[in-house]
């Protein structure tokens, strides 16, 4: 069974840098065409894709937000972790990671239950 | 960036009743890279629908995907009690994933 869940602090401050782990089981990072992603919603908000990192370690990142976000994974830890610098209150939302594959063409198949983090002084 | 535009915002339509939820793309999009999600209050989104037809495993076959190139369409034939949510359209193509905005579905 396929699972991910999402942790990292509920409260941070304004610029500080926020640090999520997405903890997963069920598979492996290292079998081929598998990716994970880090997608938020601010309350009441759209969801909003973040990032994505392959198992062949490429990267990609929201064009609007890719000079505060690096991703990477522990593929011995099976984790994904996702860093996100000079935290802003906009930035006020759940996180959750998601799976997907090339079996799904991509598509989020499995989802974590979302970490919700709120950004304030 | 692919910008995606769902139509209406909030559909208010009564059990029974089909739904039909539009998706456009700012640009063409490769079918097999567009998927439907649905997602209740304090829920994480569910994939409905991916490569734009193909039904994910345990949705309900009231539930079906259609379109091509900038036009998509969700449609549920039959709205049942627990269909009432939000459903949202993606793109993931680009390499860079985008979300459209999202359909209400609500009880009239």
């Known amino acids: 069974q396929v699972t991910l869940k999402e942790s990292g602090p509920a409260l941070v401050k304004p610029t500080q840098t926020l640090t999520l782990t997405c903890s997963f089981s069920g598979f492996s990072l290292r079998s081929s065409g598998v990716r994970v992603s880090w997608i938020r919603q601010s309350p009441g908000k759209a969801l909003e894709w973040l990032a994505r990192i392959d198992w062949d370690d490429d990267k990609f990142y929201s064009t609007s937000l890719k000079t505060r976000l690096t991703i990477s994974k522990d593929t011995s830890k099976n984790q994904v972790v996702l860093t996100m610098t000079n935290m802003d209150p906009v930035d006020t939302a759940t996180y959750f990671c998601a799976r997907s594959s090339t079996t799904y063409y991509g598509a989020f198949h499995v989802w974590g239950q979302g970490t919700m983090v709120t950004v304030s002084s | 960036e692919i910008v995606l535009t769902q139509s209406p915002g909030t559909l208010s339509l009564s059990p029974g009743e089909k739904a039909t939820l539009s998706c456009r793309a700012s640009?063409?999009?490769?079918?097999?890279?567009f998927a439907w999600y649905q997602q209740k209050p304090g829920q994480a989104p569910r994939l409905l629908i991916y490569g734009t037809s193909t039904r994910a495993t345990g949705i309900p076959d009231r539930f079906s995907g259609s379109g091509s190139g900038t036009e998509f369409t969700l449609t549920i034939s039959r709205l049942e009690p627990e269909d009432f949510a939000v459903y949202y359209c993606q793109q993931y193509g680009s390499s860079i994933g985008t979300f459209g905005h999202g359909t209400r579905v609500e009880i009239k």
């Open positions: 640009q063409n999009i490769f079918s097999q890279y």
